[in-house]
């Protein structure tokens, strides 16, 4: 590989769906950042021009984020999984990576599945989801990545993230810890987030592995990502609010969940309404 150069996103994609998602996913990052460098690592024979390079994968491994870590073009790569919706802007990854080596966000499931434990790593030393993962080219974290992809094929790993916490914990790889809004993959969260936290930035939705493929010119839409209207509703109210993107008066906001609470009080205020009208009207006809 040439010396790196520039910023620059990556997917990877195995198989005819990943790939099919990777598509969708950059056109939906393509909405927000057109400039963008966006490269691709794939076992397919593709060719499609929303992206501006296609690699090769030496195989057809279920995990090649890995590798296309070791090979990108780029001095600071921000890896984006497949299932992924970036809802804006998010250049501000690559400014992270003049200070640190590497970014990612705390993984919400911490079960002792994941939390592997061998005597050295305190259980508060957090597990990293690395479905976005911004990093910055040097002799640290190349050999990092290089560690991290083959411990994983020797372990024969479901999961990656358990040996990235190992050998995070074991190198001297300086590492920022991203805020949720980088990687919201918690959903249900969104029934209490409030405008002051600022609007999820990337949306990490695995519902998107469960619907139809779709067209693979077209980017996502909330309404495949989110499974229901309050959190699509409120996602996009958030976004209009945020002084990064909006312009609308932040105020007071609902969240959904009071949303859905109001809701139900106009319900039963209508049940009420209809029961008065049924006692009426029984009495009218009872004469």
């Known amino acids: ?26 056109r939906s990052l393509r909405q927000v950042m057109p400039d963008a460098q966006v490269d691709l690592f794939t076992d397919a024979d593709l060719v499609d021009p ?13 995990r090649p984020k890995m590798e296309a870590l070791r090979r990108s073009r780029f001095e600071r790569t921000v890896y984006l999984d497949c299932d992924i919706v970036v809802l804006m802007d998010v250049s501000e990854l690559f400014h992270l990576l003049d200070r640190f080596d590497l970014a990612s966000s705390y993984a919400f499931a911490r079960d002792g599945r994941r939390l592997v434990q061998d005597g050295t790593m305190p259980r508060s030393y957090g597990l990293l989801n690395a479905g976005v993962v911004a990093i910055r080219t040097n002799e640290k974290t190349k050999e990092l990545v290089a560690d991290w992809d083959r ?17 995070l914990w074991k190198s001297d790889v300086s590492v920022f810890v991203l805020p949720p809004e980088y990687n919201l993959i918690a959903i249900w969260t969104l029934d209490s987030w409030k405008p002051k936290q600022g609007a999820p930035r990337i949306l990490h939705s695995q519902r998107l592995h469960k619907i139809a493929l779709g067209d693979p010119e077209t980017p996502f839409t909330l309404k495949e990502a989110l499974k229901h209207d309050r959190h699509r509703k409120h996602l996009e109210l958030l976004l209009e609010c945020d002084s990064g993107v909006g312009t609308r008066e932040v105020g007071r906001l609902p969240t959904p969940a009071e949303a859905m609470a109001e809701e139900l009080l106009e319900l039963k205020a209508r049940r009420s309404t209809l029961t008065s009208l049924l006692r009426k009207f029984r009495a009218w006809f009872r004469g």
Do not use: C, W
């Not at 040439?2 to 195995?14: E, L, Y």
């Not at 994983?152 to 999961?159: I, L, P, S, Y």
């Open 151 to 167: 411990t994983v094929r020797e372990r024969d790993a479901n999961m990656d993230q358990p040996t990235f916490r190992e050998l």
């Open 1 to 26: 590989m040439s010396d790196p150069q520039g910023n620059g996103f990556i997917f990877a994609a195995t198989g005819e769906t990943y790939v099919n998602l990777a598509r969708r996913a950059v």
């Open 50 to 62: 929303a992206f501006d390079r296609i690699h090769k994968l030496s195989d057809s491994y279920f």
